[in-house]
């Protein structure tokens, strides 16, 4: 297990519902606290060059310790304000392109990526329908596969399905202790599964979704522990933290000549869920 | 050839459990215009309404077979099937619901895969089976998929699926999420080899599989009235709190929005492929690809193997052992 996972922690008993809970506090950092504390001379960079902007999803560039990089991060809105305005951190095909050209330009000038995870899932609506939200998704996963440079993944809140993997597929992914990372919410599994969506708390259980469960899966490769009662209580110890964590998993991965590791990164996803079939 | 030893079992349509309760007897009712059908013309229309165009759903074995030339195909990968590796336990065990959805569907898993010729053009075809558990993307289905790719690129072969799925399988939580990774990982590969990715949406395509290969066809083709999207109506309709059009993400509507290259009638499906896969297999763009490949990333590239030339490899190679070995060159 990961040096920066601790079993002994003051949370480990912690139930899977309770850790969506707390993946979902209100006053737990979101991307652009993140970025306040992580990261040097940040840029940010608007617009999918097709349609519109979408402040669901922050991308920019940066420094991370020196090194220029390329960040993209889904964004909640902390009052009801800023969460309308951030759409409460859903993103519209808009944002998931947005996200592909930052990526793209990234590429072409030979700077990492690092992506924040934390949203309830893509958008569900009309207008993000009619634009494509399943093809954008879909266009980012087969790009990240390929991506010559670096990309370290954080799920650092809410891993909400389709949504969070359409900028979650990289060369590592850490994930913090009370981040959740599911194919469905829970209230939405229970409501179908158990057709109860009261249920939620035995739904969470069932799907796995802790840092823990998905660390054991194979899923995530490294557990940042939080502090005390969870990240909300300290952002900075949680950066701290965080950043740590980051600059081990970018030092390990940029060590690695390009087409080694995107050979590496295809194991890694090749992989995945196929323990009973080798 | 080899390949086509295995005559497709089963050419006549199985009836899916929609469909058998109205197929008792020798007539059945189209829901779409209460036309009464012979059962032997909807059989021969392949399960489209002779009167109103209806598209009824179809099994995965007669979506190959209507497809392959002759109707002759090899079914490969039906070895691999789901397993449980979360222990799922909701109202039921997923143990026990697997083993229904095995028995009332007849079939292995959500998805079967064909392998034979489709106007001459060696062809890999995955068809998804709505009647196994919703046509639901799990571990297994993400394997076979997987495979197919990866033996299609192998092979130079073109591939196609047919989807039709409620997206990913809960069941299988996160797990079943990475699939959609994992199959587009290998669709990359295949896209850097030139090789051709047709995609084909059936009623209904939804959620994870709309989000990942079912999007990523270098042509993408839908069945008339088919619905296909992201999310699925009701979450829209819970999250807007209003209700849909009655086209809203239908094939057509999806058409319009340029979602989808064209809609097309089940009847004329295999001769669209055809004219398709005409296009698109090209041994020169191939060839072009593979120089290219191999002077960019001279080491560690998944498509750059010399066995490509020409040599056909067998079924059971894995892009895996090659970027192992690869790997291990490298360290030394
Ligand atoms: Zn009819």
Same mark, same amino acid.
């Given at each position: ?10 949370? @480990? @008993? ?65 009052? $009801? ?21 930052? &990526? ?36 980012? /996963?087969?790009? &990240? ?29 850490? &994930? ?15 409501? $179908?599964?158990?057709?109860? @969506?009261?249920?939620?708390?035995? @739904?969470?259980?069932?799907?796995? /979704? ?30 701290? /933290? ?7 998993? /970018?030092?390990?991965?940029?060590? $690695?000549?390009?087409?080694?590791? $995107? ?16 | ?7 497709? =079992? ?74 449980? =590796? #979360?222990?799922?336990?909701? %109202? ?15 079939? *292995? ?27 639901? +993307? ?38 079943? #999420?990475?699939? +959609? ?14 090789? !051709?990715?047709?995609?084909?949406? %059936?009623? !209904?395509? %939804? ?16 069945? !008339? ?43 004329? +499906? ?9 296009? +698109? ?16 990333? =001279? ?15 067998? *079924? ?17």
């Amino acid at each position: 297990m990961d040096a920066s996972m601790s079993d002994e922690s003051a949370n @480990s @008993s912690v139930s899977a519902f309770e850790r969506v809970q707390l993946a979902r506090h209100p006053e737990r950092p979101y991307t652009i606290d993140y970025i306040e504390y992580l990261f040097e001379d940040f840029v940010e960079l608007k617009g999918d060059r097709r349609f519109a902007d979408d402040p669901a999803l922050v991308c920019g560039m940066a420094l991370f310790h020196g090194r220029p990089v390329a960040v993209i991060g889904h964004q909640k809105g902390r009052d $009801i304000k800023q969460r309308r305005h951030r759409n409460f951190g859903m993103p519209k095909p808009e944002g998931y392109r947005k996200a592909l050209r930052v &990526m793209n330009t990234a590429e072409k000038f030979d700077r990492a990526v690092i992506t924040f995870v934390d949203t309830p899932g893509a958008y569900p609506g009309i207008d993000a329908e009619e634009r494509g939200q399943a093809e954008a998704i879909a266009v980012n /996963l087969l790009v &990240m596969s390929r991506l010559k440079v670096p990309i370290v993944v954080a799920i650092i809140g809410e891993g909400g399905s389709g949504g969070a993997l359409g900028i979650g597929v990289g060369d590592k992914t850490i &994930m913090f202790e009370n981040a959740v990372y599911s194919v469905i919410s829970p209230e939405g599994c229970a409501a $179908i599964l158990w057709k109860d @969506s009261s249920k939620a708390s035995q @739904s969470a259980e069932s799907l796995r /979704l802790t840092a823990r469960d998905l660390y054991r899966l194979g899923v995530v490769d490294v557990v940042v522990r939080e502090p005390s009662e969870g990240s909300h209580t300290s952002h900075q110890e949680s950066a701290r /933290l965080l950043d740590e964590s980051i600059l081990n998993a /970018l030092n390990e991965v940029s060590k $690695i000549p390009s087409a080694e590791r $995107i050979a590496q990164r295809y194991q890694k996803l090749r992989h995945m869920g196929d323990g009973k079939f080798l | 050839m080899s390949w086509f030893r295995k005559k497709n =079992p089963r050419i006549e349509v199985v009836p899916t459990d929609e469909r058998r309760v109205k197929t008792e007897g020798q007539f059945c009712k189209c829901p779409e215009c209460d036309a009464a059908i012979f059962k032997r013309d909807l059989e021969e229309s392949l399960q489209v309404c002779p009167h109103c165009s209806h598209h009824f759903r179809l099994d995965a074995r007669s979506r190959l077979a209507m497809l392959y030339d002759e109707a002759e195909y090899e079914e490969l990968d039906d070895e691999v099937v789901s397993s449980d =590796p #979360l222990h799922f336990v909701d %109202t039921k065990p997923y143990t026990v619901r697997l083993e229904q959805a095995r028995l009332s569907s007849g079939l *292995p898993e959500a998805v079967i895969n064909g392998r034979g010729r489709i106007g001459g053009h060696l062809a890999h075809v995955a068809a998804m089976d709505f009647s196994f558990m919703g046509g639901s +993307m799990g571990c297994a289905v993400g394997e076979k998929i997987t495979r197919l790719i990866e033996r299609a690129t192998a092979e130079r072969g073109a591939v196609i699926t047919i989807s039709s799925s409620g997206g990913a399988r809960m069941q299988e939580g996160t797990l079943s #999420l990475m699939q +959609m990774a994992k199959i587009s990982a290998a669709l990359a590969v295949l896209d850097e080899a030139h090789l !051709p990715f047709i995609s084909v949406l %059936t009623d !209904p395509t %939804t959620g994870g599989v709309t989000a990942s290969f079912a999007m990523l066809g270098d042509i993408i083709i839908a069945e !008339p009235k088919a619905l296909i999207g992201f999310a699925g109506p009701r979450v829209i309709e819970q999250t807007i709190r209003q209700k849909l059009p009655k086209d809203f993400q239908r094939a057509e509507f999806l058409l319009e929005h340029g979602m989808v290259d064209a809609v097309v009638d089940r009847r004329e +499906m295999r001769a669209f492929l055809i004219k398709a896969l005409n296009f +698109m297999v090209n041994p020169a763009a191939q060839v072009e690809a593979q120089t290219e490949a191999q002077s960019s990333e =001279p080491q560690g590239s998944l498509t750059s193997d010399p066995d490509r030339n020409g040599h056909r490899q067998s *079924p059971a190679t894995d892009l895996k052992i090659k970027a192992q070995s690869k790997a291990q060159n490298q360290s030394t």
